[in-house]
């Protein structure tokens, strides 16, 4: 199980939900740049995708490996992020037709890792696939129920059934607003119950952190893929998030475990609480970093 490779055969998907409610205004760090967490989110996910791409990409060819959707929920509905419709994912080599416009940033460090590892300033030149947005409510478990039918009928198609299954990241720094904790539940596990022959959809929900107000350099502790066994929730949401998240695989045990050792035994959950935007890209790569491309 969640071992097929990746070919123009047998590809695979990748889902991204991102929060775009008015609390995504809130303050984060980037590699000792302040900025909002709308704006953190874009530069990470345009990062994945410029990376997504690259990876797809063999003699100057794109390759159909992927198939990727992203959406945005806000107000009381959901957006296409990136030039497709909502109602359908975009194969990589179709997305790249689109590609828009690069765009620069500057950063203190090394825009792979969100802890600072040097002082050197550097440039990172992104295509600007995400423009940040934060406005309204919090209509989660309407895009987690847009996202069930996105990867039902991905996991369906007769040519997907022996793939690798798709992983879904739903990016959000608050709770919603258009269900109750137990619908929100129950929406996640919709979307945990598809896949293919290979294995179940991991549904990765990830929980963006603030910086306080009083000390700007101050963190609350984040928790990034916990252990099953040693979980214990500071919050209901918390909870909620946590029994949303897919049980990660055995396969991917290494893969997590590189981020870092202090998370306890396995199995872990596919869940980040608190997370700052370097560890949210860490979260990222686990899906182009952990499936072998053939």
Request: proline residues 5%.
């Amino acid at each position: 199980m969640y071992s097929q490779p990746i070919t123009h055969i047998h590809r695979t998907a990748f889902l991204f939900a991102l929060d775009c409610s008015t609390s995504m205004q809130g303050l984060t760090k980037l590699n000792n740049k302040i900025m909002r967490k709308a704006d953190a989110v874009a530069v990470v996910c345009n990062f994945i995708l410029d990376e997504l791409l690259e990876r797809a990409t063999r003699n100057e060819e794109v390759r159909d490996y992927y198939d990727i959707s992203v959406i945005g929920y806000s107000k009381n509905d959901i957006t296409p992020i990136i030039p497709h419709r909502c109602d359908r994912l975009i194969s990589i080599a179709e997305l790249a037709k689109y590609a828009p416009r690069t765009k620069e940033w500057n950063f203190e460090g090394n825009a792979n890792n969100g802890d600072n590892i040097d002082n050197r300033e550097a440039d990172f030149v992104l295509r600007e696939w995400v423009k940040p947005l934060a406005e309204g409510r919090t209509p989660m478990h309407t895009a987690l129920t847009h996202i069930y039918t996105l990867v039902d009928r991905w996991c369906s198609r007769p040519e997907n059934r022996d793939s690798f299954p798709p992983m879904v990241f739903n990016i959000t720094d608050g709770e919603a607003n258009d269900a109750t904790q137990e619908e929100l539940i129950t929406a996640a596990e919709h979307i945990r119950e598809t896949g293919t022959n290979n294995g179940n959809t991991l549904l990765i929900n990830i929980h963006l952190g603030e910086l306080n107000d009083n000390e700007i350099d101050s963190w609350e502790p984040s928790k990034i893929f916990p252990s099953e066994r040693e979980f214990e929730a500071s919050s209901a949401y918390e909870m909620t998030l946590f029994r949303m998240s897919s049980p990660m695989p055995q396969e991917l045990e290494a893969v997590i475990e590189a981020i870092g050792s202090d998370r306890g035994r396995p199995p872990y959950r596919g869940m980040g609480f608190n997370v700052t935007p370097g560890e949210l890209l860490n979260i990222l790569n686990i899906g182009s970093d952990s499936i072998n491309i053939a």
